[in-house]
């Protein structure tokens, strides 16, 4: 089984840079990843991690430290309309089946 | 391309009824897994399918069940339904079954059980 841990709620004001962490316990990672739901919709596709390092995507960046346990999510030059819930999903692999395990997500208020 | 479908969106059953949802994946996509999301537990996986098998299974009761078929297209069916079973029900497809596939959801089917 898996421990994701991720903080419930963060705030953070128009054109600053948020960063989401996410720690998690597992035997057999095989991928992280993170996605992003607006209220009322289906989550949507950021990032996807698997080796150690960071990785870009425009505006949008993915750290992932392996040994640590710990990822994070790096948004820089915050729009309103990054005000969403941003999940951490960890993948495990078992006996060749991958099972993805999701954080609570974090609820970011981006603020004028 | 299109993308994920999921039919109906909303569906209204009461206890002990049973239910089927029905997952169309974007085309060429061969693999389809199923979550269930709800309040108070978030997030959770249920079970995919990849070439008409199911290769994953979440931790869920037996009342849980799907299938895919030849087409790729996949349903769940759930029996017996519970007051807990509220939920919305969250299809994703991918290309394969595999490490780094990315999973595109469907808007969900928003179940509500009286």
């Known amino acids: 089984g898996q421990n994701i841990d991720q903080p419930t709620e963060m705030t953070a004001t128009e054109g600053a840079i948020v960063q989401i962490n996410c720690t998690y316990q597992t035997s057999g990672f095989n991928g992280l990843f993170w996605y992003q739901q607006h209220a009322g919709e289906a989550p949507t596709f950021l990032s996807y991690n698997v080796l150690d390092g960071l990785e870009e995507k425009g505006r949008f960046s993915s750290f992932l430290s392996r040994s640590k346990g710990y990822s994070y999510l790096l948004l820089k030059e915050l729009q309103m309309k990054d005000s969403a819930s941003y999940l951490c999903a960890v993948r495990e692999e078992a006996g060749g089946s991958y099972i993805p395990t999701f954080g609570r997500g974090t609820s970011l208020i981006v603020h004028p | 391309k299109a993308g994920v479908t999921q039919t109906p969106r909303y569906l209204i059953k009461t206890r002990g009824q049973q239910v089927t949802l029905s997952c169309s994946p974007i085309s060429g996509h061969r693999s389809v897994s199923w979550y269930q999301q709800t309040p108070g537990q978030g997030l959770q996986f249920l079970f995919e399918?990849?070439?008409?098998?199911?290769?994953n299974k979440g931790n869920f009761p037996g009342r849980f069940s799907g299938r895919q078929f030849s087409n790729s297209r996949s349903e769940m069916n759930v029996s017996t339904l519970e007051l807990g079973d509220s939920a919305l029900y969250l299809c994703?497809?991918?290309?394969?079954?595999?490490?780094?596939?990315?999973?595109?959801f469907g808007p969900g089917t928003r179940l509500t059980v009286l």
């Open positions: 994703a497809s991918s290309l394969a079954q595999g490490a780094g596939d990315t999973q595109y």
């Open positions: 399918y990849f070439s008409e098998t199911q290769r």
